[in-house]
Every structure is written in structure tokens, then in C-alpha cells.
């Protein structure tokens, strides 16, 4: 026999190999178990599925708040009010009945994240305009939209930029504040939604006359996890609804 071989055809390599198998198996077996901890069982419209494996017991997790949450966890499935199928088969696509830029489907999609503002290491809210936080300012290498018009997907002006959201543990902008034309309120604009010209801010998203309808924080100088959910998702629902257009083949 040679050298680490425990019989003729068995050696430590090939049992550390079959080790690593089993192992790997079971890895994959309690990561997918896991998973199951949140979404299930599956809603559907033939009733209810937990799939493969079965549900995991019930883990008690402490959040940094000191608060507690169980999953999995007993939730009462989400009804979607404001939209319905286009055909009477199962899953068949579902459109907006309503306003489409605040009806939670399609690209306007939210997830229900907790209503409280995302914190910093120290308890303090991480996303804030910088009027309220002096140490934090725009670089001197790149432009200063403040003060300047933002324009719709029409060309036509929806407001002026008040101010710049920073988020100050990643320290990079969120947010861009802006006063609509005519309002006495200010709203919130992605950064990521907005192109940054040197004397505008083009929005390609919303048409002017949307801006109005963005979503506004109770906060003046914070935003929640959740408001910032709606936010996002009614830009994102103006990609495909900000008119009819949209929504209509390419021709």
C-alpha cells in the first residue's frame, strides 16, 4: 500500500474528498432551509406551497433597537387594491387601475420596510440634507445643482433644486430636494434618476406636472426606510406610466 492509504483502494485524500461531499450537501440543504424563513408558505392563486425543505421553527433575532422579530412569522398576504389581471388566467400580468405612479405594481413595485429613518453606527438618521450637517459639501470638481431648474422627461421646468441629501456613512448623495414650481412644499428626487448638466437637471423619468405628486416625508430633514421605498418606486412607475406611450410596444 502506498503512503496515507488506508486499505488498497481506500486513502485519506479520497476520504477527505467524501467528507467535503457531505458536507457540501448539507450546506446547501441549511442555506436553502433558511431561505424559507422569509416569503413562505407561497401565496398563489391555487392556495398555499412551503416547498422544499419544509419550514424552519420559528428564530428569534434582537435588532439593534433592542426590539425583537420571529421568523418565519404568520403574515396575512398583501392584496394588491389598485391594480388587476388583463386576462382571467392564473398569472396572468397585472395593471394599474388607479393612479399607476402610486399603485405599487410593475416598476412603481415597494417593499414594506420599517417606517423609521436608517441609522448610523451612533443611533443618528445617515441620510440628511446638508444644510444640517456643515462638515459635509459639495466637491469642488463637480457641479453644484443648487439653485438650479429641473427639467421633465416633457422639457418643460418641474421646480428648483433646494438643497442635497448625503448619505453620511457611505458618504455619497441620495438625494436631490426640490421645491415644484407653485408649491410651498419640497420633494425628493433619486440621484439616480436625475442627470446632472452643468446649468440643469434633466429627469427623465417624470414628466414637470408629476413632481407635484411625489411622495413627501413627514420629516422635513428625514426620511424613513419606507417613505424612501414609495419614493423610489414612484419614479421607477414613471419609466412606464409617466404617459401612455410608455406602455405601448416599440414600434
Known amino acids: 500500500m502506498g503512503t496515507g492509504a488506508i486499505t488498497t483502494n481506500v486513502d485519506v485524500a479520497q476520504l477527505v474528498l467524501y467528507l ?19 416569503g413562505y408558505p407561497l401565496e398563489t392563486e391555487r392556495g398555499t406551497t412551503e416547498g422544499w425543505p419544509a419550514i424552519p421553527a420559528p428564530k428569534t433575532y434582537r435588532m439593534a433597537d433592542g426590539s425583537t422579530i420571529q421568523v418565519p412569522r404568520q403574515e396575512a398576504p398583501e392584496v394588491v387594491a389598485n391594480a388587476e389581471p388583463t386576462q382571467r388566467w392564473f ?57 438650479k431648474p429641473v427639467y421633465g422627461a416633457d422639457g418643460e421646468v418641474a421646480g428648483t433644486v433646494s438643497d442635497l441629501w448625503v448619505d453620511t456613512c457611505e458618504m455619497m448623495f441620495r438625494y436631490i430636494e426640490v421645491t415644484p414650481t407653485g408649491a410651498p412644499y419640497s420633494v425628493l428626487l433619486p440621484v439616480t434618476f436625475a442627470r446632472i448638466r452643468a ?53
Not at 20 to 38: D, S
Not at 91 to 101: D, F, M, V
Not at 127 to 135: A, F, G, M
Not at 139 to 145: E, G, H, M, N, Q
Open 20 to 38: 467535503f461531499w457531505i458536507f457540501f450537501a448539507g450546506l446547501v440543504y441549511y442555506l436553502v432551509r433558511e431561505n424559507h424563513r422569509e
Open 91 to 147: 398569472g396572468a400580468p397585472i395593471e394599474p387601475t388607479g393612479n399607476p405612479l402610486t399603485a405599487g405594481v410593475g416598476p412603481g413595485a415597494w417593499c414594506h420596510r420599517a417606517d423609521v429613518p436608517d441609522h448610523d453606527p451612533h443611533g443618528k438618521a445617515k441620510i440628511v440634507p446638508l444644510r444640517t450637517v456643515p462638515d459635509y459639501g459639495v466637491s469642488a470638481r463637480d457641479p453644484d445643482p443648487r439653485g
Open 199 to 251: 446649468d440643469r437637471i434633466e429627469v427623465h423619468a417624470l414628466m414637470s406636472d408629476q413632481f407635484a405628486g411625489v411622495p413627501r416625508t413627514r420629516h422635513p430633514e428625514q426620511v424613513t426606510m419606507l417613505e424612501e421605498e414609495k419614493i423610489q418606486a414612484y419614479y421607477g412607475a414613471g419609466t412606464l406610466y409617466a404617459e401612455p406611450s410608455r406602455a405601448e410596444p416599440l414600434a
